[in-house]
């Protein structure tokens, strides 16, 4: 037992010694002796305090404690962390359990603190008091909180029982750690009490103040002192650099609540800042020395301090209410009426709704966003502190923060994307620190914990109401989650707008909310928020906004698309069973195989604006939208038909509210007829192709600027490459650019070991403008001078590697300049290609003196003839072939060259015949892209129509392809079909460039209606038409089954194929009539087909459905008619039932009648097939004979065929 004491007695007198040594070199006044009274005061305090738990009486002292001043809590304390001497361990394992389940406890540290508290840092003069507090010894001061402060407390030294410390977070190592006192401090020396004074103290209570205040010119009382409970306590406000607040007094006797005489005091001596976390609603104060001043920019006066005033507390014996001299009318002391508080008014004006202003108690359980002051009190409320200047206590308020909030609005169902209730405080109420929270700050994103100036900026500048702050703030949350970090550092995008350098975070949300914002919006006032009665705040009303706009990742957007695009995707709405009912197997899927679907960006509710970094790849070689977490295929265009050309425009983020989202799906189907579209089952695969059209100036295009780093490495971004060290450049002319496609390039001896692949390139040919230029200054030296043999020098140039992301930028008749980095001095750098480039052979075959590769680190800039002299004003014509050449039989130049509008879109695969052949190759058949066009030529009034095949290597086509798309084709392939028919082909020549974007609604212009005597006129007629006619006979008429796989007949259903190795199990009909028809000025033979075959016969579906399931027996039913009066030739037996039937009902008034017949012509303006000749043909007209030349009657296939409309009775 002695030795224990020994060893006890030692290590209290070692803990002694530390201790001693810390007082005198920390707490001590500098350059004076050792104090020992100071030191023996301390250790006297903390052994007090150490002995006040009853669990600490076996030892005296607290040796497991050690002092730590605030150099070394500020410089090696990285982590969070409390101490707790006051408190035994049972009462500290109750204090954890009260924080609840969430969160991480704060560490406890044996720490010991001591300091002297003050409300002025050192590095600060007396008139920039702001309110705050601080714990100072000889090494520094920290910045710290208090839940209570007493003015008596300030100057002295104190020992802080209970404490945690918060140094600055990792990702705002600018900023200061601070300090969170919990409880009382326990004073070092006593404190000397106010002394009591020697008479009362003569005061105005609220009543005679206020009247005094209206009245002051008659009732003259020099700086009166003031009394009364505080009932209301507003805002600290912070206003250029001026710190004020306003406490409400009323009387005594009124319970809390209740109406009463009331006056407020304005408080905006830096000295005084200090009182607001003092004062405390519901105690009784004195304000002394008080005067009158006027607000500024308002009329009415208000009571306000002076440097000599004091705030001491009300003690009802010591004070004496002061006798005015005057004795007051009777109507000045009747209290004025109370405005009525929008909390007992629930009527709502218009839209707009009234908020309830209340008291409420509760704990901070999560927070939304700091920088933006959003939290979550008792998981159930928002808690909004944006309209109040919050800068020291937001570094308080986490989990577990317990907060008292006076005069706070209620506000529900604010809209904008908010769904919970939010408690909102304006400068009128405050915000009270009831606890301070167990847990350590919880690990917060980014962008949570940056940008306080610039939601400080929505408020107080911008004006934005609660409903729409609460939107923009999740609007820039999504922004910075899309764009942050790599294209911007969080800093960077979250700057507050200053005069000349506009925020870009502002510039993104500015257009969403300046239609949500009325005109003549009040501007905020903070004398008027404050005092004004009744109170206006903009939280009093307000109205539910629905959220303006998203701000989705691509990766979303682009899902979304898909999700809609196949949910859309119905077999039998993209084809009508009156088509398809007909179709075989090949002809149903591959009719399946590609379709399309446009989203306007008006479909999206809400509102989804498009967002993204514009950049060109070099891997599919186009324009590309990009954020985190995916990159968008994308095409611009110009109002003018333009493509974007101006490589300047890579690396700058585009906004686009107005764009059409695309997606274009491809489906692998083997449906054995349209009875089983319903299955889906028989879809193999599916996928899509999404991508984005918008017009230019519909685009909000900004620079982004370059990142920097906040205590980061550099490293590079990618979206803004840093542009390389100019050295040279040359100016050149595009005449014409080549398909984009692999191809095969000549590889040195010794390169590579490996067989080269086909590498993605492209050709373009021009002409250079000048001779090379080299770098002076910021601009481009004059062109060096070119012999007359380099004079319009043709130049063809190769792009690929990375090269080739400057595919979309490059067009015919535009000028660029193509820039090579590097010194200036090298020779010779666009002259020559090399000894890897082609011989000099094929260059003169092809017009080219020489062949240049352009360098991955060539960059291309959009240039212009006016920059070099003598060069006459460029054609931005395109070049367009003849129609006459388009449609000729003549292929000597078979290269053209035209403008059409895309009106069709479909897979193409060879015909089944071939696949039998060789049905083991079946899955390596490749399937091409068939465009429909109409030709667009200024000579046409009808524009013809013409097909257009791409294939390997020309596939997947290149977007924009679509159905109602205008496109320019330059050097297709012309090629005339076994049949006749002209039709074109790409080739690795051929470029496109889409000059508009589909119409968005798909409704065609109505067919021109004609007689068909015109279509024998010179010229080209229409390909479609329509024309009032009459049926004059019945030509032909066939109904037949066949297989839906191989086509063959099908009687009673069943396929006739001899091997019996069909897979298809089911048939489909087939039905066609030829009619002569006549309108009065011509004859023409009509093919209707399928359903139009019913129409024709004037049959009901029910009946032409009888008629097919009689025909299934046979399988085929045909009849041939040679003229009126003829006899039927009839392959079909004469007597068989249907065939007498139909035979009967061909020659009856119901078929024979007037139609109204829209058709196109059979005979297709791109068939060349030689016309046939007039012939002669003897008609009998009574006993005369004559004989005249016919031309051959046109062969129209029927479109529609309707009942002619009859004339309205005469009234």
Known sequence: MAACRAQASASEQAWLEAAQTFIQATLSPAGKEPNKQLTQSVIDCVKETWLSQRENQDFTLPL??????????????????????????????????????????????PLLLLGTLINLSEDLEQECRSGSLYVRDNTGSVGCELTDLDLSWLGHLFLFPSWSYLPPAKKNSLGEGHLELWGTPVPVFPLAGRPDPLTPIPVLYPEKASCLLRYRKRHKVKEPNLAGKLVRLSALVITQNKRYFVLTLGELSHAEGQAGSQVSVIVQIPAQMVWHRVLRPG?????????????????????????????????????????????????????????????????????????????????????????????????????????????????????????????????QSVGGGTTRPVLALCLHGTVLLQSFSPLKPESLPPFKVRGASLYEQLVWECQLGLPLYLWATKALEELACKLCPYVLRY??????????????????????????????????????????????CPHQKYTQVQTPCSFPTLLDLAEEGQRRAWAAFDPKALLPLSEAAHLTSCQLNRH????WLCLPSCVFQPAQVLLGVLVASSHKGCLQLRDLRASLPCMPLTENSQPLT??????????????RLVVEREVRSSFPSWKELDAAGFIQKKQARVYVQFLLPDALILPVPRPTFDSESPQTDPSCPEEPRVGQSRLFLLSHKEALMKRNFCVLPGARLRPPKPTLSFYVSGTWLCGTQRKEGSGWGPPESLGVENKDQKVSLIFLGSSVRWFPFLYPNQVYRLVAPGPSQTPMLFETEGSSGPSQRPLELAGTQSCLTVQEEWTLELGSSQDIPNVPEIS????????????????????????????????????????????????????????????EMDDCDYPPHLDIYIEEPHLPPQIGLLPGARVHFSQLEKKISRSNIVYCCFRPSTSVQVLSFPPETQARAPLPHIYLAELFQGGRGPFQATASCHVVFVLSLQILWVCAHCTSLAPQGRCSRQDHNCPAQTAISQASIRLLVEDGTAEA??????????AALGLSPSDWTSVLECARRPGRVALQFTGPGAPTESPSKAHEPLALFLRTLCGSPSVLRPIKLSFALERRPSDVTPLEPARLQQFQCGELSLRTKVNPRPRLLCLSLQEPELPAAPS
């Open 646 to 659: 101006d490589p300047k425009l890579i690396g700058c983020l585009v906004r686009v509210e107005k764009f």
């Open 491 to 536: 800093h960077q995008f979250l700057r507050h707008s200053s005069p000349g350098n506009p925020s870009l975070a502002l510039q993104l949300l500015a257009p969403s909310w300046d239609v949500l914002i009325p005109r003549g919006t009040p501007v905020r006032h903070a004398y008027s928020e404050l005092l004004e009665e009744p109170h206006h």
């Open 283 to 411: 105690r009784a104060y004195i304000l002394t020395k008080l005067r009158v001043t006027k607000t500024r920019g308002r009329r009415y006066s208000i009571w306000t301090t002076i440097p000599s005033s004091d705030l001491v507390p009300l003690r009802p014996d010591y004070v004496q209410e002061l006798e005015l001299d005057i004795r007051f009318l009777e109507a000045d002391l009747i209290p004025l009426p109370q405005p009525t508080n929008s909390k007992d008014s629930g009527r709502q004006e218009g839209l707009f709704r009234n908020s309830k202003v209340l008291h409420y108690l509760g704990t901070v359980t999560d927070v939304l966003n700091e920088s933006a002051s959003l939290y979550i009190l008792d998981g159930e409320l928002i808690l909004c502190l944006a309209y109040q200047h919050i800068r020291g206590l937001r570094r308080v308020i986490r989990p577990g923060v317990r907060l008292e909030l006076r005069d706070v609005h209620l506000l």
């Open 592 to 595: 399946l195989a590609w379709s």
């Open 876 to 935: 931005k014509a395109l070049p367009e072939s003849s129609l006459t050449h388009l449609l000729s039989d003549n292929i000597s130049n078979s290269l053209v060259s035209f403008s059409a509008e895309i009106l069709s879109r479909i897979l193409c695969e060879p015909p089944l015949a071939l696949r039998r052949i060789k049905p083991e190759n079946a899955g390596a058949v490749k399937t091409g892209v068939k465009l429909t066009v109409a030709l």
């Open 64 to 109: 497991n404690y050690s002092f730590v001043s605030v150099q070394n809590l500020q410089t090696h304390q990285r982590m969070p962390c409390c101490s707790h001497l006051s408190r035994s361990g049972h009462a500290h394992q109750a204090w954890s359990q009260g924080a609840g389940p969430g969160g991480s406890l704060l560490p406890r540290e």
């Open 1085 to 1094: 033979t009509v093919t209707c087909r399928n359903h139009l075959v019913a």
